[in-house]
Nanobody, 121 residues
């Protein structure tokens, strides 16, 4: 079992930056590709970004490309989401996720409880 705990959410003005962290614990926590999803009120949970086990390969959704960067530090069992040039439409609960097919919700094996990001205009 893997436990995921997110941190770093908060309130920020449009154009600002935040860095989310997700610390993993448990058996083989660093053995999975990791991802971030987000869910705004009344909307479906959507994929944001994913990173490979090694951290060499990363993929981000078109809606955040050029603004968000995902990375991981396996020595610390931590995954990061650096969010720049934030927009009000980025406001959502952000979830950390782990699994072997982590770019889709159905492929996620482990979810964190989420951290709230609110971007004011």
């Amino acid at each position: 079992q893997v436990q995921l705990v997110e941190s770093g959410g908060g309130l920020v003005q449009a154009g600002g930056s935040l860095r989310l962290s997700c610390t993993a614990s448990g058996r083989a926590a660093s053995a999975y590709p990791m991802a971030w999803f987000r869910q705004a009120p009344g909307k479906e949970r959507e994929f944001v970004a994913a990173v490979s086990v090694s951290g060499v390969s990363a993929y981000v959704a078109d809606s955040v490309k050029g603004r968000f960067t995902i990375s991981r530090d396996n020595a610390r069992n931590t995954v990061y989401l650096q969010m720049n040039s934030l927009k009000p439409e980025d406001s959502a609960v952000y979830y950390c996720a782990g699994g072997m097919r982590v770019t889709t919700k159905d492929g996620v094996d482990y979810w964190g409880k989420g951290t709230l990001v609110t971007v004011s205009s």
